[in-house]
């Protein structure tokens, strides 16, 4: 896997129906905000798209909308495929492959404490299930399980294997990683902390607030690429502005309400996630109608 993958890409939110089923044509609707923002390409089926809540056919018919969204323009798209089963996570990756999709990756498997030796077992199946690129997941906020350096890099050192997503705050751990396999990407999680990903070299990131702001983490990648700090901090301030914004409603359901804000009908969460709050969209609106805001909208 090449340095060409390297670049922002939005973690994509699913499209619902009013009654929480996933829904084409409001799935079309969050795409073709998303594609407008000049991102490197999204990341199809993640977290973000609540992919714990859906099922694998859902999962199956987003890769398929996001595919044919997807054409006729410049974006790589990487299938996360990673659920709790390794027989329904090749069968997405190889529907990825089949639909054009440039990379996968995935979560590793968490539903139970696997050892060590099964999470590089699942890994190794999967990669070698179909020709793509594969990149693996440090996210132990999510896992609640935190790999050694020694196990990620035995990890990254697998063939197929071409990068990471790193969603941990032990950049000492990533630092160390990059250095042992410096010819990996390694993408970086953390929305709101991007900045120190990239001064450790990150190759790019992947993150939930892009689909909304996406034009604004690529202007934060390019401030950082040409060193212009002072730039790049004015840029990350404004990022987590909005992730404060978002942590007061729930991240996902406020950023459905952000979405329904700026005029883009893409459902609500499916439950159990709920607003915190009553006035989810008002607040959303009353953010993002901020002039310094307004400006990084698609």
Not at 46 to 67: H, K
Not at 92 to 108: F, K, M, W
Request: aromatic share 8%; net charge negative.
């Amino acid at each position: 896997m090449t340095k060409r993958f390297s670049g922002m890409y939005a973690a994509l939110m699913t499209g619902m129906d009013d009654a929480g089923e996933f829904s084409p044509e409001r799935q079309r609707n969050v795409d073709a905000y998303v594609l407008r923002q000049g991102l490197a390409g999204l990341y199809v089926g993640g977290s973000s798209g609540e992919s714990g809540l859906l099922g694998v056919e859902e999962l199956l018919a987003q890769q398929s909308v996001v595919a044919e969204s997807a054409k006729g323009h410049d974006a790589r798209l990487i299938a996360h495929v990673g659920v709790p089963s390794l027989r329904d996570s090749i069968a997405l990756a190889r529907r990825a492959e089949s639909l054009g999709y440039h990379a996968l990756s995935a979560l590793p498997p968490h539903s139970y404490p696997f050892s060590d030796e099964e999470v590089l077992a699942y890994y190794r199946e999967l990669s070698q299930a179909t020709g793509l690129p594969l990149i693996v997941y440090e996210v132990p906020i999510r896992t609640g399980r935190p790999f050694g350096l020694e196990m990620l890099q035995e990890l990254l050192e697998m063939p197929g294997i071409g990068g990471i997503k790193f969603t941990s705050t032990d950049l000492f751990k990533f630092s160390m990683l990059r250095r042992r396999c410096p010819e990996k990407l390694f993408y970086f999680g953390f929305d709101e902390i991007y900045i120190t990903g990239a001064a450790l070299g990150a190759d790019g990131g992947i993150g939930t607030t892009y689909n909304i702001l996406g034009k604004l983490y690529v202007a934060l990648d390019a401030a950082m690429g040409a060193g212009d700090l002072t730039r790049a901090q004015e840029l990350q301030d404004l990022s987590q502005r909005f992730v404060e914004a978002l942590l007061e409603i729930g991240v996902l359901p406020g950023m459905k309400a952000a979405f329904r804000a700026i005029g883009v009908d893409c459902g609500p969460t499916r439950a159990p996630l709920a607003p915190k709050i009553a006035e989810a969209e008002t607040r959303m609106a009353a953010f993002l109608d901020q002039p310094e805001v307004k400006a990084w909208l698609a």
